[in-house]
């Protein structure tokens, strides 16, 4: 049976919801304030009406230690439900190393916050942004976010990363 809004705690929507955006990894931008952690924190603290930076370091981008621990057991809530891949094998090699998805899927590590994990339940993790988008200082955060990032997006496909196989 599928899983809905309600399967989710509110980490994990607000996580879900902000990869759903599609914003470039920060990994290949350099730019830690692309970070999944920090737009989470900050995402995260707009929906309950607190502070910005209440979840960072200062001003971040870096995040409060326990929210960081929390974000990771969301994340690996997240894979368990099967909702998200890590670690996913680059395209046309899973065959190659006989990966099942099981084994893609699941894992203890820590999920690196530059890069973004495979979302498997795009239906739900739409549902997700959906449902924050609907909050006035949400929206105001994530879509400057996302405006911001077209520009970089341009970049990336001049380079030549649109021209690469994805997931």
Not at 30 to 42: G, I, K, Q, S, V
Not at 58 to 67: H, Y
Request: aromatic fraction near 8%; glycine fraction near 6%; hydrophobic fraction near 40%.
């Amino acid at each position: 049976m599928a899983l809905t809004l309600n399967d989710l705690n509110e980490l994990e929507r607000i996580y879900l919801a902000v990869l759903q955006l599609g914003l470039p990894p920060s990994k290949l931008t350099n730019d830690p304030y692309l970070r999944l952690d920090y737009l989470t924190a900050m995402t995260y603290a707009a929906l309950k009406d607190e502070q910005k930076d209440t979840y960072l370091l200062g001003e971040g981008p870096d995040c409060m230690e326990a929210f960081s621990e929390e974000l990771q057991k969301a994340v690996r809530s997240l894979v368990d439900k099967g909702v998200l891949a890590v670690d996913v094998p680059p395209v046309g090699m899973g065959l190659i190393v006989l990966q099942t998805p099981e084994a893609l899927q699941k894992g203890d590590a820590d999920v690196d916050p530059n890069d973004a994990p495979y979302i498997l339940d795009k239906f739900l993790s739409g549902r997700c942004l959906d449902a924050i988008l609907n909050h006035p200082e949400a929206y105001a955060f994530l879509m400057g976010q996302y405006a911001d990032s077209s520009a970089t997006w341009q970049q990336l496909r001049s380079e030549g990363y649109a021209d690469r196989p994805g997931p």
